[in-house]
């Protein structure tokens, strides 16, 4: 065909005539543009309405390029080419003025949204080549670029399936650098207002995925404009976020992945969120990490030609060793480079960190899949701290007070993003952390790291508050503030159940203590929070007497002392020595708190039905107490159930006990009565009981799998092996759920809803530890817990519970685990029927609990005589009654107390006889041991040996 025949027969060449140009043109606008308005009314789903689409998109291509028109290959056809082209442009500029880009973006949503794609490659790829050409004429105008970011590339997931179905059109977005030119229109933060008013949150959350992947494809632009889009990550999220904290009401919405808020989110959104969660998540990605905190590694690789890239098993172990000795330079004050703040290595981490903080806290439902990008390998974590120990010593504490103190309540400068995000981390990393990697492995820090860290940590939380640079108000809602203490909290409890740290590690020492409980008296604001808030920061004995200080004053108001009143209210009891518990529930169960905070006294009936005689005629609340609590805690009462170190805890089947929750009710108040008298009683309590106790389930620093080995070390062995486990996690045949022998009778329960049919796989496995864990320590237990620690706080304040760790709390239920002070008991000892201190026999007994007794011995002599087997733990000038000796000449059954021919032939040693059948025996209640007057040093060593080992008081003699 010649070029003649060829112009005439090609519908194109009409508008080379001069008189048809003009209505060629209109038609083809009005043609094209009805094209455009019929893809609204069409349905990719349906195959006849996908011809239709793939028909008007040819016609659509055909005539917005001149590159398929054949005439303009003819003869003369390059002259022609300029003015055929320009008419394209016009083509397209109709279009786009009548508002072409939106109409392609509902076709794209329509056809690709979707669980399964409608359009084939073909398809996406002639709507992505059409969208392209009017950006390409307009040489990326910025007001075209804009109109693309709002239509094409806020289209969901859109550059995913680009990636997949249509790398030519991958291609062509690169050739043209889209990305970057992106970035540097988003760089403008009015653009960015603009772009994000117009999408609002769920699509530009879109257009952010579709930027994330579209720079990860196109990785030279990304290395070239990182600081740029690591600005547009910033903005793009901080928007997101202040829509959302707007968008809250009472009536929300579910979103994947920006949690609730008002608005509702479309059906084609929703099948197309996994896809943008997995664009998301390439912003945590090893690779893009490695890129945002890059200057980071080439600053730490200077300490250490170490290539931490496709880390092996021995290249962990290099990376830790590197750590270890690059971080035992800055601790040892060896010549190790410092980091200024304003520094560019500085500036930019500090730039990185805001991207991942501002990522957290916006992407709600995806902070433990950052947390765990962020922690992986343990590559990023250790490098953020060893910057901030090379900012200056103590983890450049003096920096970081200097930067907080240049302007009140200054906590938004950019060093802070960087310890916030290391603070978080460490945080997750740390709760998921066992005994073996923290302390054996030593991952992802040296211990020697973890207390540079704990320590900068507990001077930072001091000092900002003390020293004025941050208000308690300020304080309580600050997220650095709030992420620094959490860390702090999680580093001191791990130290309280195995110690890490040095002697006297958590103490302020550069503030007396006396300083600070004089600004406590004087109840200053900052004072009172810090105490609330770090308690481990002044001694533990200052703390137990603060704690004593408390109940006094709360005494004194309820007006139970014996000086407030010459007669203070009490209430007395009668109570069946068969019939301990049940008696003392009836009597004491339905008091109020404050009536059970007063004095009680009780009378005791023996076995025959007698009133006791006794030498507190109105009773003996002491004994009752004690005698109350060793039985209601024995196991074989099945209210509690002792761990295999003989820790207790309540019983999970308690239930078979009648009215058994108002027993621990009642149990609670009991054991939060005798804390309140100061009266210690040998109840050892699993630690993690005692956390509960506490209230620091509650915590977000609380880890039940930390807890776990208190309660089970078997099934906690167990699960860290799944934790640890190497292949595939399903090869276990575990799922979430939790069989029980109960009574014989194998019952199922489920960790979640529909859990003994979801498999515990790889990817949800820490998950299922800490649900087991949860499961096992609280939901088993959880009315029981609850019912004891009701009664227990009906008693003890929740307030005055917050200066105590868990093994604090013990201490102040059961009295101090050392030694006993041999020095300070007999210096408190009080003398009866002719002993005093000065007595050969009272001699002996001294030397004989210091030199011949083992330190076990001497606390069965305490146990024997107070009932516990620990002291006081303000002393023994805190015990009460105060320790007694009396001499004794008759037993049990015929002591009628001290009389004058007594005392006198106690005094003068004046005796018949060495009474050497006879033996010591006490009176827990009054805390006094009854002793002969021995006439030999060996005989007393002899029976009191015997005494003590026997186990028994009152039924010797």
């Known amino acids: 065909m010649n070029s003649e025949t060829l112009t005439k027969s090609v519908f194109v060449s009409v508008i080379l005539s001069k008189d048809l140009v003009v209505s060629w043109i209109d038609q083809m606008k009005r043609l094209l543009w009805r094209s455009c308005l019929y893809f609204k009314t069409l349905k990719p789903e349906s195959q006849r309405d996908l011809k239709m689409i793939t028909c008007l998109l040819h016609l659509l291509i055909t005539f917005t390029s001149t590159q398929s028109w054949k005439f303009l290959s003819a003869k003369n056809g390059d002259s022609l080419k300029p003015g055929m082209n320009q008419l394209c442009k016009n083509l397209m500029g109709h279009l786009n003025s009548k508002g072409f880009y939106p109409i392609l973006q509902t076709l794209l949503i329509k056809g690709m949204c979707k669980t399964k794609p409608c359009f084939k490659p073909t398809t996406l790829t002639a709507i992505i080549t059409i969208a392209m050409r009017p950006l390409i004429a307009a040489d990326l105008s910025d007001n075209l670029v804009t109109v693309f970011l709002l239509n094409i590339l806020s289209v969901p997931a859109i550059v995913h399936h680009i990636r997949i179905m249509s790398p030519d059109c991958l291609v062509l977005l690169m050739t043209h650098r889209i990305f970057k030119r992106s970035l540097v229109l988003l760089s403008n933060n009015q653009v960015t207002k603009i772009i994000f008013n117009t999408l609002e949150g769920n699509y530009a959350l879109c257009l952010l995925a579709n930027l994330i992947q579209l720079g990860n494809s196109e990785m030279e632009g990304l290395v070239e404009s990182t600081n740029q889009f690591m600005y547009v990550a910033i903005e793009l999220l901080g928007y997101c976020q202040q829509y959302v904290q707007g968008k809250r009401s009472n009536l929300t919405y579910w979103h994947p992945v920006l949690g609730w808020f008002a608005q509702k989110t479309d059906s084609s959104l929703n099948e197309a969120m996994p896809i943008v969660t997995e664009q998301l998540s390439e912003l945590w990605s090893m690779k893009m990490i490695r890129l945002l905190f890059e200057p980071l590694f080439c600053y730490t690789s200077t300490l250490d030609s170490l290539d931490v890239s496709g880390r092996s098993e021995s290249a962990s172990m290099s990376t830790k060793n590197f750590l270890k000795k690059a971080f035992d330079k800055v601790s040892s004050h060896q010549n190790v480079s410092k980091l200024k703040v304003d520094s560019d290595v500085v500036v930019t981490t500090c730039q990185a960190c805001t991207v991942y903080l501002v990522a957290l806290q916006t992407l709600a439902q995806l902070r433990l899949d950052i947390m765990a990008g962020l922690c992986y390998q343990d590559v990023l974590l250790p490098r953020l701290w060893m910057m901030i120990s090379h900012i200056g010593p103590q983890c450049g504490l003096k920096i970081f007070l200097e930067v907080l103190a240049g302007k009140e309540n200054n906590i938004s400068h950019p060093l802070f993003y960087l310890l916030q995000l290391s603070c978080d981390t460490a945080w997750h990393i740390i709760t998921i952390l066992d005994d073996v990697e923290m302390y054996e492995q030593e991952q992802p820090f040296p211990l020697q790291m973890l207390i540079t860290i704990s320590g900068f940590l507990n001077s930072f939380i001091f000092h900002s508050i003390w020293d004025g640079h941050l208000t308690v108000q300020t304080a309580c809602t600050n997220e650095v503030f709030n992420s620094a203490h959490s860390l702090l909290i999680t580093l001191y409890d791990r130290d309280c159940r195995r110690s890490y740290t040095p002697s006297n590690h958590w103490l302020i020492k550069d503030v007396k203590t006396s300083a600070f409980l004089s600004e406590l008296s004087h109840n200053k604001k900052s004072a009172r929070f810090l105490l609330q808030r770090v308690p481990h920061i002044i001694p533990h004995t200052e703390r137990v007497v603060l704690f004593r200080k408390t109940v006094l004053k709360d005494k004194e108001v309820l007006g139970v002392l014996e000086s407030t009143r010459v007669s203070p209210q009490s209430t007395l009891i009668t109570v069946h020595r068969s019939r301990l518990i049940e008696d003392g529930y009836r009597h004491l169960a339905a008091l109020l708190p404050n ?142 759920s939790y069989d029980e022998d109960i009574m014989g009778k194998l019952v199922t329960h489920e960790l979640i809803p529909g859990g003994k049919a979801i498999s515990v796989t790889n990817e949800n496995r820490i998950n299922y530890l800490h649900l087991m864990a949860h499961f096992k320590m609280r939901v088993l237990i959880k009315e029981q817990s609850n019912a004891f620690i009701h009664g227990f706080k009906s008693i003890i304040s929740s307030e005055w519970l917050e200066m105590f760790s868990a093994p604090e709390l013990q201490k102040l239920i059961s009295g101090d685990t050392t030694d006993i002070d041999l020095e300070d008991l007999r210096k408190h000892t009080q003398y009866y029927g002719g002993f005093h201190n000065s007595h050969r026999v009272i001699g002996w007994l001294w030397d004989i609990l210091e030199n011949d007794f083992t330190p076990h011995e001497r606390s069965l002599f305490l146990k024997f005589v107070t009932s516990c087997s620990k002291a006081p733990l303000l002393g023994f000038a805190h015990l009460e009654p105060p320790f007694s000796i009396r001499c004794v000449e008759v037993s049990d059954d015929q002591d009628t107390g001290d009389t004058v021919g007594s005392v006198l032939k106690g005094f003068f040693n004046i005796r018949k006889r060495d009474p050497v059948g006879r033996l010591p025996t006490s009176s827990t209640c009054f805390n006094l041991l009854k002793l002969p007057n021995y006439q030999k040093k060996s005989t007393l060593r002899e029976k009191l040996r015997y005494s003590i080992t026997s186990n028994t008081g009152f039924e010797l003699s």
């Open 595 to 736: 009536a059970l905070k007063g004095i009680i006294r009780v009378k005791f009936v023996n076995e025959q039905g007698l009133d006791e005689a006794g030498i507190d005629q109105d009773g003996v609340f002491k004994e009752f107490l004690e005698e109350t609590i060793k039985r209601v805690f024995d196991p074989s009462l099945n209210l509690f159930k002792a761990t295999a170190e003989q820790k207790l805890y309540p019983s999970p089947t308690s239930y078979l006990q009648e009215n058994h929750l108002a027993l621990f009710e009642f149990v609670g108040r009991m054991l939060g009565k005798a804390v309140y008298e100061g009266i210690v009683v040998d109840v050892p309590f699993a630690s993690f009981f005692l956390s509960q106790l506490l209230g620091h389930r509650h915590s977000a620093t609380y880890s039940s799998m930390d807890e776990l080995p208190s309660l089970d070390p078997e099934l906690y062995k167990s699960l860290t092996y799944v934790k640890h486990y190497k292949g595939d996690v399903v090869d276990l045949d575990l799922t979430f």
